[in-house]
Nanobody, 124 residues
Framework: QVQLVESGGGLVQPGGSLRLSCAAS????????IGWFRQAPGREREGIAC????????YYAPSVRGRFTLSRDYAKNTASLQMDDLRPEDTAVYYC?????????????????WGQGTQVSVSS
């Protein structure tokens, strides 16, 4: 079973940037895809980005496309979410999750293993 730990959250002003990291253990990179999700208070969990298990292919939800960039170091078993031009509506707890290989989706039901989350707050 894959264990995931997120880091890098914090408080940033609108227009600023943050870089979130997801460190995985208990598996090899090619065994699973990685997805990023977020949940704001009172709102449903939203899938925002994912990266494939083997070729670096990515998908972004429209809400973050063009502002967020997801990358993966397959050798180190880590994934990073670079978030630029942050807006107050990006405020949420951000989670990374491991899903089946060769699936590129931000539907949460595909994902079995989840990190504990990291808080991102965007405010002036």
């Amino acid at each position: 079973q894959v264990q995931l730990v997120e880091s890098g959250g914090g408080l940033v002003q609108p227009g600023g940037s943050l870089r979130l990291s997801c460190a995985a253990s208990g598996g090899t990179s090619n065994d699973y895809s990685i997805g990023w999700f977020r949940q704001a208070p009172g709102r449903e969990r939203e899938g925002i980005a994912c990266i494939s298990s083997h070729d670096g292919a990515t998908y972004y939800a429209p809400s973050v496309r063009g502002r967020f960039t997801l990358s993966r170091d397959y050798a180190k078993n880590t994934a990073s979410l670079q978030m630029d031009d942050l807006r107050p509506e990006d405020t949420a707890v951000y989670y990374c999750a491991a899903g089946p290989p060769r699936i590129l989706s931000v539907q949460s039901n595909y994902y079995d293993n989840w990190g504990q989350g990291t808080q991102v707050s965007v405010s002036s």
